[in-house]
């Protein structure tokens, strides 16, 4: 079995920052794909920034240039910098990862955590 734990939610000030950290633990050969989720009240569950095992790095529009994604291999644990957060931000945090779980086994199994909230607000 796979667990990823998300921490470093919390309420924090329009412009103010948070780093987000996520680690990947249990049955684990090697992960692939890394990222972080969103999903606000109302809404659909949105990427927000993926990072794969070769380093190629995506984000959403609404965060590029304020939003940063990094992984520590060797800890199975991926980052996300926050900076100048906004209301719009607010919303509950996923963890993502493509884990490939034995080494007989080359397939990738998809998993979440269970989420962080981040709450923007004045």
């Known amino acids: 079995q796979v667990q990823l734990v998300e921490s470093g939610g919390g309420l924090v000030q329009p412009g103010g920052s948070l780093r987000l950290s996520c680690a990947a633990s249990g049955s684990i050969f090697s992960i692939n794909g890394m990222g972080w989720y969103r999903q606000a009240p109302g809404k659909e569950r949105e990427s927000v920034a993926i990072i794969t095992s070769g380093g190629t790095i995506t984000y959403a529009d609404s965060v590029k240039g304020r939003f940063t994604i990094s992984r520590d291999n060797a800890k199975n644990t991926v980052y996300l910098q926050m900076n100048s957060l906004k209301f719009e931000d607010t919303a509950v945090y996923y963890c993502?990862?493509?884990?490939?779980?034995?080494?007989?086994?080359?397939?990738?199994?998809?998993?979440w955590g269970q989420g962080t909230q981040v709450t923007v607000s004045s």
């Open positions: 993502n990862a493509a884990v490939r779980k034995w080494d007989y086994d080359p397939r990738y199994y998809n998993y």
